[in-house]
T-cell receptor, first 112, second 116 residues
């Protein structure tokens, strides 16, 4: 089955710096890659997603890139703010039904 | 807010008991997926329901079962609770089937289950 590896497990940056989180996946048939932000005591919140027919997608300060050949995708957050502090999860979905396979998560801390 | 609601918020049970968790999907969504999230881990897929039928299942034993109702709300039932079942249980709604199908899943706030 699908396996998703996420790095780093923790990331600490200063306010205004950029943050990059990377994921690799094992199933070359995976075609949908969402990123979720989870704050303490809350459910995961979708922040951006990308499909396998697109190499890059951007939404204000957040961007995601996908390299299908290498089977990895990355989340880029620019001009980080303290409110960006949370746990971030990447996920991948194969071609059958709706199962999302998640990475282990990255704890992002943005210091003022 | 996603419009996905779950109840109860918290639940404490003892080993061997049974529990039922509930989820109401976002308006217009006909598919509900359930995930288990252990502390410090990513969510793990339990199963998905589409049009009142199980549409796929992860690596969970049969004592994890579910239902989906005509209004697309869903229940997760866990029998013979074990200590390792302590986790945050998340449901996610999406639009499945046909040309309007989307991959995007929107999560509810979760139910925190503690098994003593």
């Amino acid at each position: 089955g699908e396996n998703v590896e996420q790095h780093p497990s923790t990331l600490s940056v200063q306010e205004g710096d950029s943050a990059v989180i990377k994921c690799t996946y094992s199933d070359s048939a995976s075609n949908y890659f969402p990123w979720y932000k989870q704050e303490l005591g809350k459910g995961p919140q979708l922040i951006i997603d990308i499909r396998s027919n697109v190499g890059e997608k951007k939404d204000q300060r957040i961007a995601v890139t996908l390299n299908k050949t290498a089977k990895h995708f990355s989340l880029h957050i620019t001009e980080t703010q303290p409110e960006d502090s949370a746990v971030y999860f990447c996920a991948a979905k194969g071609t059958s039904y709706g199962k999302l396979t998640f990475g282990q998560g990255t704890i992002l801390t943005v210091h003022p | 807010e996603t419009g996905v609601t779950q109840s109860p918020t918290h639940l404490i049970k003892t080993r061997g008991q049974q529990v039922t968790l509930r989820c109401s999907s976002q308006s217009g969504h006909n598919t509900v997926s359930w995930y288990q999230q252990a502390l410090g881990q990513g969510p793990q897929f339990i199963f998905q329901y589409y049009r009142e039928e199980e549409n796929g299942r992860g690596n969970f034993p049969p004592r994890f079962s579910g239902l989906q109702f005509p209004n697309y709300s869903s229940e997760l039932n866990v029998n013979a609770l074990e200590l390792d079942d302590s986790a945050l249980y998340l449901c996610a709604s999406s639009l499945g089937g046909g040309l309007a199908r989307t991959d995007t899943q929107y999560f509810g706030p979760g139910t925190r289950l503690t098994v003593l």
